[in-house]
């Protein structure tokens, strides 16, 4: 079956701006979290989502929003871009809590310039 | 953030040899842990996971061991594969709920050389 997945795969931005990020999960998968990954913090933990709502929230600015459609897709928003929001932002999806871990898919490369 | 460290060490091991990849959690309330391994242009693929009731876990090729007093966590691949160099990661969380965040370690590159 199909797995996690992200688009667009890479993405340019111009700081200020704000850019939309999309995740479909694997189908059956209601729980979608995304996390940010640079090369200085490592994996951070964003937000999750489960049938539209926000179960839980990283220490991230509200600069970072996100939500969930009732397909489960999720989308993430990071608004009056930094240089620093450049990232892979991974979304992984489970079909309700961690067991096996989550699925993630291949993330979105997000430059700010 | 709540990443631990920002040096990504670096495993070399010889293709046949038996890899050892450790990392040390932060929180003695973790109750589950997982590993993950990363390749080059993808995201975090699931190797295998523990429950804190558990010091040890068998899968294909890979073994996990825990020991929640020294609160230290170990991956080990058997006949190690250059198919096996990539990043890895070994992650936390209190509980199983999907609410509840992993918390990824710094990672450690294994390179694999034939």
């Known amino acids: 079956k199909a797995g996690v997945t992200q688009t667009p795969r890479y993405l340019i931005k111009t700081r200020g701006q704000q850019v939309t990020l999309s995740c ?23 937000f999750e989502y489960f049938s539209e709502t926000q179960r839980n929230k ?4 509200g600069r970072f929003s996100g939500r969930q459609f009732s397909n489960s897709r999720s ?11 450049s990232a892979l932002y991974l979304c992984a999806s489970s079909t309700a809590g ?13 430059t700010v310039v | 953030g709540e990443s631990v460290g920002l040096h990504l060490p670096t495993l070399s091991v010889q293709e046949g040899d ?3 990849i450790n990392c040390a959690y932060s929180n ?29 876990r068998q899968g ?16 080990q691949i058997a006949a190690t594969q250059p198919g096996d160099s990539a990043v890895y990661f070994c992650a936390e969380t209190p509980g199983i709920g999907g609410y509840n965040k992993l918390i990824f370690g710094a990672g450690t590159r294994l390179a694999v050389h034939p």
Not at chain 1, 75 to 85: F, R
Not at chain 1, 98 to 109: E, P
Not at chain 2, 60 to 75: E, F, I, M
């Open chain 2, 18 to 20: 038996n890899s050892i």
């Open chain 1, 58 to 61: 990283g220490n991230f600015p």
């Open chain 1, 75 to 85: 989308e993430m928003n990071v608004s009056t871009l930094e240089l620093g929001d």
């Open chain 2, 28 to 56: 003695s309330a973790s109750d589950y842990f997982i590993w993950y391994k990363q390749e080059s242009g993808k995201g975090p693929q699931f190797i295998i996971d523990i429950r804190s009731n558990m010091d040890k």
């Open chain 2, 60 to 75: 294909q090729r890979v073994t996990v061991l825990l020991n929640k007093t020294v609160k230290h966590l170990s991956l």
């Open chain 1, 24 to 46: 479909s999960p694997i189908s059956g998968h209601r729980s979608v979290s995304w996390y940010q990954q640079t090369p200085g913090q490592g994996l951070q933990f964003l």
């Open chain 1, 98 to 110: 961690l067991d096996y871990g989550y699925t993630f898919g291949s993330g979105t490369r997000l």
